[in-house]
């Protein structure tokens, strides 16, 4: 026997179908006017963020192109909250990893990266990080199959959109020199607009550096060697730089007691302008390739 059904029924369930088709279509629509928008914001644009982990350093770099690095990984899992503020929800994937230093304050929080996003390739210093986290690290970038880059001088990363990173040092084989000394140095250009990024080098590496490189290290924005600790950060580096922004990754109240009154005395006295991380938060930076301008 065939079975029949009141035509008001069928209507009614017609109804039901198109709206939920409707709005279907509605956030699919939205979703793509909101992802050009947020294309368009991004065009010419390169986005630098200190991100706020703590004791620690994690820096997420965005080209105009939409390529993305993230610089150290601070030292746990907050990297994964602060990466959800500056990236968008939808997109779980990060170009390229650098290790700047395998202290766990600097890569700690790439175990978790790793496991929440897809990474195409991780550049590392060549130092020995000491810790059995970093062997747990090295194990994870293996099982993944990532490429693994050692990181050398005058190494050129073109990110895309213009931008590029440049390696200015470690300029030899630094397997055996303390992980500090063996920091990755490297300044992020987009057109007339520059970041100095030092990692936790010391005194004595930028003393090195200086004579070697000179007007070359001019920047814009000076990353704060080693969190503002004294034994980074000389007068010499500060003069040469010249930078205008100053931004110093630290935690709170943190045990070292960072940073170091010598440290914000040099700056100060160059007339820099410092933002620090466990002031201000998360810092972001934005350079149309002629000016940065940071929210405060």
Not at 73 to 100: A, C, H, W
Not at 203 to 228: C, F, M, N, T, W
Not at 266 to 272: A, D, S
Request: proline share 4%; net charge negative; aromatic share 8%.
């Amino acid at each position: 026997m065939i079975r029949s059904f009141p035509i008001s029924n069928g209507m009614e369930f017609l109804r039901r179908r198109a709206k939920w088709y409707l709005l279907c279509i509605l956030l699919t629509s939205n979703f793509f006017i909101w992802y050009g928008v947020l294309a368009e914001e991004r065009r010419g644009i390169l986005k630098i963020a200190f991100l706020d982990i703590g004791q620690g350093d994690a820096i997420f770099i965005e080209s105009p192109n939409g390529n993305q690095v993230l610089l150290d990984g601070g030292p746990n899992r907050k990297i994964l909250q602060e990466l959800g503020k500056v990236m968008p929800f939808y997109d779980r994937s990060v170009n390229t990893l650098i290790v700047s230093n395998p202290d766990k304050d600097h890569f700690a929080g790439f175990l978790d990266v790793l496991d929440s996003y897809h990474v195409d390739n991780v550049i590392e210093p060549g130092t020995k990080g000491a810790s059995g986290l970093y062997l747990q690290l090295e194990e994870k970038i293996k099982e993944k199959n990532i490429p693994e880059i050692l990181a050398k001088r005058g190494m050129d990363i073109d990110i895309g959109g213009g931008a590029s990173i440049h390696i200015i040092f470690p300029d030899r084989d630094v397997s055996g020199l303390a992980t500090n000394d063996g920091s990755i140095v490297a300044r992020l250009q987009y057109g007339n607009t520059s970041v100095l990024l030092m990692g936790d080098s010391t005194q004595a590496i930028e003393k090195y550096l200086v004579p070697l490189d000179g007007a070359v290290l001019r920047s814009d924005i000076l990353k704060v060697g080693h969190h503002g600790s004294r034994t980074s950060t000389s007068e010499e580096l500060v003069g040469v730089v010249s930078p205008k922004i100053a931004v110093i990754s630290d935690g709170k109240d943190n045990s070292y007691g960072h940073p170091h009154k010598e440290t914000l005395d040099t700056l100060n006295k160059f007339g820099v302008e410092i933002l620090r991380t466990d002031e201000k938060g998360t810092i972001i930076c934005s350079s149309d390739g002629v000016s940065f301008m940071c929210d405060k």
